[in-house]
């Protein structure tokens, strides 16, 4: 296995790899070494059977498909060395045909070689000019012979020379053409295999593409539905307020009203947006070490000022000097939400904690006294078949947020479960790693950060 393996690498290493090169350079460099071997047996074959010009000429001619090899791989002259190869080739078998008795030789079996070799590589556009120069040279040569037939010597003293010689010659062609047609079956193989898989993946990538557009054409549509319905009644209440005297209690609900509906929009839109730029520019993610009070704290003061107006108690026990690696902007985002979720579905009177502690990673909880999540849509909460539901105050909302928890959360290597029971609230726990170095100083937040 291991001789095997190092004749792999060998021929990869002389032919080239399909990284590079193509199919057809790539067997050109082999049928090049095949030819090289060729010669270089033929070289002291044709000394000691007598035929030392045929030797000298071979030995030349090995020189120069040396060279043509090296403008090939090494140059990657794939072009130049293909013509170089073809004139050399016919002019080489034209000498050795005039120089080892003529039809009496091997050479027209050897010709007949040199043009399968040749068209095996050569580029389309040239294969019609290479078959018209092959049977052009080789009726010259066998017209010159039978009109001067004395420029063809007899090269063979003996009856065994010449049948030695001939039967070399048709082994030569044989192990030629079994590894040359070897090699390219291989590769041929190699190429419809790449093929089948290119196809494949361009299939799945499809199937994944339309998978994708009909998410986003669901969320666009739930999008553009569920907008409505606020805007419309951001509309109403606008209208009644310019259209009918109204006394400054119904004045104050209604404006309440508005604002709760505002609200409610604005952070459908912040997540639409949000989602929508992470889907066509992608995410960039920057996370750094960060006192994750610190980090949260005003966002917490602006969401129980929002619980409040709703009279829900909100309270947070972050302790301080907990440093965690995170995106500021995407745990704010992913807590945010959470927060705001809980909000929406805990009726007046409830309460909702926000805690954290740390074992291996840090764990925010943020835990609710409201609805919960009835069984059958628990499997669905972060996907876009999560179901548009109602707040305690008819607040609407798309699911998204939820989706963009999940999706922001995993991009800092953490991860988002929740326990539910309708009825009895919701817990969410977000687990995102800990910076375990020097979390006992806030003063030293700056440095901790200046280290990456």
């Known amino acids: 296995m291991y001789f095997i393996s190092l004749l792999k690498r060998l021929q990869v290493k002389l032919t080239g790899s399909d990284a590079t090169f193509s199919l057809e350079a790539r067997i050109y460099h082999c049928i090049c070494i095949v030819a090289f071997i060729a010669l270089a047996y033929n070289v002291p074959f044709n000394y000691f059977v007598g035929l030392p010009k045929v030797a000298l000429v071979s030995l030349i001619v090995l020189i120069g498909f040396a060279c043509l090899y090296y403008v090939s791989r090494v140059r990657k002259n794939f072009t130049y060395s293909v013509i ?15 120089l080892n008795s003529g039809i009496d030789g091997p ?43 004395s420029l063809v010597p007899s090269t063979y003293p003996t009856l065994i020379s010449r049948f030695t010689d001939n039967v070399s010659a048709y082994m030569v062609v044989v192990v030629s053409v079994f590894f040359s047609l070897r090699y390219i079956r291989q590769n041929y193989e ?56 109204l006394t400054e209690p119904e004045k104050k609900e209604i404006e309440l009203k508005l604002l709760s509906l505002t609200k409610n929009t604005s952070n459908m839109m912040a997540n639409l947006l949000s989602w ?24 917490l003061k602006v969401e129980t000022s929002i619980a409040q107006e709703k009279g829900i108690s909100l309270t947070y026990h972050l302790n301080e000097n907990m440093f965690v690696l995170a995106d500021a902007d995407m745990l704010m985002l992913v807590v945010r939400n959470l927060i705001s979720n809980a909000i929406k579905f805990t009726p007046a009177g409830g309460n909702i904690q926000v805690l954290a502690a740390i ?17 059958a849509d628990q499997k669905d909460v972060f996907s876009l078949e999560a179901k548009s539901t109602f707040g305690t105050n008819n607040e609407k909302g798309v699911g998204l947020g939820l989706i963009l928890c999940k999706e922001f959360t995993e991009l800092q290597n953490g991860t988002i479960s929740f326990i539910s029971a309708p009825g009895e609230g919701t817990s969410f726990m977000v687990s995102i790693p800990v910076f375990t170095q020097n979390r006992t100083a806030s003063s030293q937040q700056g440095e901790l950060s200046d280290q990456f």
């Open 84 to 98: 170089g190869m073809g004139i050399l080739g016919n002019v080489f078998f034209a000498i050795v045909y005039f």
């Open 359 to 375: 074992d291996r990673d840090c764990t925010i909880t943020i835990v609710d006294s409201g609805e919960g999540i009835a069984e």
């Open 276 to 299: 929508s730029k992470s889907q066509l520019d992608g995410v960039r993610v920057n996370i750094r070490p960060m006192d994750l009070l610190k980090t949260l704290r005003d966002m």
């Open 190 to 245: 190699l190429e419809r295999k790449s093929a089948l898989n290119r196809a494949l993946d361009i299939e799945l990538k499809n199937i994944q593409l339309e998978l994708l557009n009909g998410e986003k054409n669901k969320l666009f549509s739930i999008v553009a539905h569920d907008l409505r319905s606020p805007l419309a009644s951001i509309q109403s209440y606008l209208e009644l307020l310019t259209a009918y005297p």
């Open 107 to 149: 050479t027209l079996i050897l010709f007949a070689l040199f043009f399968y070799l040749q068209t095996s590589t050569a580029p389309k556009n040239q294969q019609w000019a290479w078959l018209l120069v092959n049977i052009v040279t080789v009726a010259g040569v066998c017209i010159t012979e039978y009109y001067f037939p």
